[in-house]
């Protein structure tokens, strides 16, 4: 892996929404880099900024209310915040794309789905209607849609919801993107989909050669997927690791809270028997934050200091990022 030229580096980058109770910050000065060919994980509660994160990359913030006031999104160090609103349309699904959590609402429900893989290869690769219809074919054949040619002139509420996230994956990857953003492709899926979508998207990116970003609240799908996982909690990065460091060793009270709830699997001969632990508390609101650390109220290791003043993102060792006062903060 090349770590000397990331792919796509976020910079510094904060997010802020204006609403009628006030104005609330989404994203607080986020930075991470993305190398080729690499998956990295996010990872956090409801509410912790992934997707806002993966919507400002794709400049998809609705402004209003939203509106990025700080920082830099480089791809090959070119800064997607200073193009053209033309010039960005390029950007989408020709350079970077994305999946989205919930196909049904993606998804035009007047178009079919052959239809609407086929408009992306009229905009960006400027073919005819037959060439683009039989290419979105082809498409629906590469990510194991069953008799791809019928599947495309299905409406989407005609497919089953695995195969609405797979019609999703194949507009995703049409024109092969460098970097794929992955926002919880997986979340209405019943398991054994799950895994299917998820071995689809690894295959394809190895076929591709794509960076993956990776965003989900399931830490299981993070630790069989990502070399290297980001942990946020109220728009702000945590901790930052190699998943097999992350894993093996979590620095951040909130990091261990959140594999300490993960249900496990008790054979029937075994004796032992363990509540299910939970992180107390809930996300507090962008509204109302506390000075400090942003966890302190629910953290089980709090100190005076944790109220006081809100630690910085260091690095504790060699790429390993942690905010904690626990941790070499001075």
């Given at each position: ?65 939203g509106q990025i006031t700080n920082g830099e999104i480089l791809l090959w160090n070119k800064d997607l915040l200073k193009l053209s609103a033309p010039k960005m349309r390029t950007i989408r699904g020709e350079k970077i794309s994305m999946i989205f959590q919930e196909p049904m609402t993606s998804l035009s429900p007047v178009f079919t789905v052959g239809e609407q893989i086929a408009e992306v290869f009229r905009q960006h690769r400027q073919m005819g209607r037959k060439a683009a219809i039989q290419k979105s074919v082809d ?192």
């Amino acid at each position: 892996m090349n770590t000397t030229n990331p792919i796509l580096q976020v910079k510094d980058l904060s997010v802020v929404f204006h609403t009628f109770e006030g104005s609330v910050q989404a994203l607080d000065h986020v930075s991470f880099d993305l190398e080729p060919g690499e998956t990295l994980g996010i990872v956090g509660e409801s509410g912790c900024g992934k997707s806002v994160t993966s919507l400002s990359i794709l400049r998809l913030i609705a402004s209003p209310p939203g509106q990025i006031t700080n920082g830099e999104i480089l791809l090959w160090n070119k800064d997607l915040l200073k193009l053209s609103a033309p010039k960005m349309r390029t950007i989408r699904g020709e350079k970077i794309s994305m999946i989205f959590q919930e196909p049904m609402t993606s998804l035009s429900p007047v178009f079919t789905v052959g239809e609407q893989i086929a408009e992306v290869f009229r905009q960006h690769r400027q073919m005819g209607r037959k060439a683009a219809i039989q290419k979105s074919v082809d498409m629906l054949d590469k990510v194991n849609i069953p008799d791809p040619a019928k599947a495309s002139r299905y409406y989407p509420h005609e497919m089953s919801g695995g195969m609405r996230q797979r019609a999703m994956i194949a507009m995703a990857l049409a024109c092969e993107p460098e970097v794929l953003i992955a926002d919880e492709p997986t979340t209405a899926l019943d398991v054994t989909i799950q895994a299917q979508v998820i071995d689809l998207i690894k295959q394809l990116q190895r076929d591709m050669g794509m960076s993956v970003i990776f965003i989900t609240h399931d830490l299981g799908v993070v630790a069989h997927t990502a070399n290297r996982v980001i942990v946020m909690y109220v728009g702000r990065i945590l901790e930052q690791a190699l998943a097999a460091d992350l894993f093996s060793a979590p620095l951040h009270p909130y990091t261990r809270g959140l594999m300490e709830s993960i249900p496990r699997v008790i054979g029937r001969a075994s004796k032992e028997k363990r509540k299910l632990r939970e992180i107390k508390g809930v996300v507090p609101s962008l509204l109302d934050l506390k000075p400090g650390c942003k966890f302190s109220e629910r953290c089980p290791e709090v100190m005076d200091i944790c109220r006081q003043k809100e630690p910085e993102l260091i690095a504790v060792d060699k790429g390993r990022l942690c905010r904690c006062w626990l941790h070499g903060q001075r």
